[in-house]
C-alpha cells in the first residue's frame, strides 16, 4: 500500500495544501505508533505494508509539472498494483488519478459539487471547479453521491456522470442510494473512492472553504464504503480538506479514523 501526500492547491482552494499535509503527518504518527506498538493491535495489519511519499510545490517548476508528476506516480503505483491512497490539496490533485484509471472503472464520487462547471461566469481555464472538462481521453463511469448543486441542467451532467444520488435523493430514501450504488459496485471491475471533503455537512465537517448546507454525515459515507467494499477498491483519494477551518481537530480527526479503516480493509484477512 503507498500513501501519496500531494498538497497541489493551485487553481482553486488555495489552503487545501496544508491540509494535505498535515493529513500526511497525521497518518505517519498513526504509522509510527502502530511501529511502536508491542501488544497485539490491528494496526499490525498494515504497519510493514504502508508506505508514505510525500510531494512538494515549492518551485515554479515543480508547480508547472504538477499533472505530470501526479500521473508518474499515479502509473508506477498501479503498475505495482499498489492499494493507494491519494491526499490532494484542492480536488483537481486527483485529476490525474481519473485519467489513469481509464473508462472500465467505476468512480464513487462524493462531492457537494458537480465539477463540470461551464456557467457564464465560470473560467473556462483549468480549475478545480471544471477538471472533468479537461480530462485527457476517455474517463472513467462516475457515480456522484451528495451534490448540492441547483444550477446545472441534468442534459449537461448526464454526459460525465453514470449516477447521480443529489443531497435531496439521499435525504430521502438513504438506503436506495446505498442500494443502487452496491449494484453499480457489483458489476464494475475496478473501484476507486473518490472524497471531496465538502460532501460533509459543516456540522459534522467545518474545515472546508466552501460549507454548504444539507450535506452528508460521515455515518452515510462509511454506510457506503460498507457496502461496496472489496478486494476491486484499487484507491482512495481524499481532497479539500482546509485545516485553518477546523474546530478542535473535529474535520481531521474524522479523515484520520476514516483513512485507517480504509488501511484495515485492505490488510486484515478477510
Known amino acids: 500500500m503507498l500513501a501519496v501526500v500531494f498538497p497541489f492547491d493551485l487553481f482553486g482552494s488555495a489552503g487545501t495544501g496544508p491540509g494535505a499535509l498535515l493529513l500526511g503527518d497525521a497518518l505517519q504518527e498513526m504509522l509510527d505508533d502502530a511501529n511502536e506498538e508491542t501488544q497485539p493491535a490491528r494496526a499490525e495489519s498494515y504497519r510493514d505494508q504502508l508506505s508514505i511519499e510525500e510531494f512538494t510545490f515549492e518551485t515554479l517548476e515543480e508547480c508547472n509539472q504538477w499533472r505530470t508528476t501526479a500521473t508518474e506516480a499515479v502509473r508506477s503505483a498501479f503498475k505495482e498494483k499498489k492499494r493507494l491512497l491519494w491526499i490532494a490539496g ?132 462509511l454506510r457506503v464504503l460498507s457496502a461496496i467494499w472489496s478486494d476491486k477498491v484499487a484507491g482512495v483519494s481524499i481532497s479539500e480538506f482546509d485545516p485553518g477551518r477546523d474546530r478542535n481537530d473535529q474535520s481531521l480527526a474524522t479523515l484520520i479514523w476514516l483513512v485507517e479503516w480504509c488501511l484495515l480493509m485492505w490488510s486484515e484477512p478477510k
Open 90 to 221: 484542492n480536488h483537481l490533485g486527483v485529476l490525474p488519478i481519473y485519467e489513469e484509471l481509464g473508462p472500465k472503472s467505476l468512480v464513487i464520487q462524493f462531492d457537494a459539487h458537480l465539477d463540470i462547471y461551464n456557467l457564464s461566469d465560470s473560467t473556462t481555464e483549468l480549475s478545480h471547479g471544471n477538471y472533468l472538462l479537461h480530462a485527457k481521453g476517455p474517463i472513467p463511469s462516475i457515480a456522484h453521491v451528495g451534490s448540492r448543486d441547483l444550477f446545472l441542467p441534468e442534459e449537461h451532467s448526464r454526459n460525465y456522470f453514470r449516477y447521480q444520488a443529489p443531497a435531496e435523493q439521499v435525504a430521502s430514501d438513504p438506503d436506495r442510494v446505498i442500494r443502487e450504488i452496491a449494484s453499480l459496485a457489483a458489476k464494475a471491475k475496478q473501484i476507486w473512492i473518490d472524497i471531496d471533503c465538502d460532501v460533509f455537512d459543516p456540522a459534522y465537517f467545518p474545515a472546508v472553504q466552501h460549507p454548504q448546507p444539507f450535506g452528508l454525515s460521515p455515518a452515510f459515507v
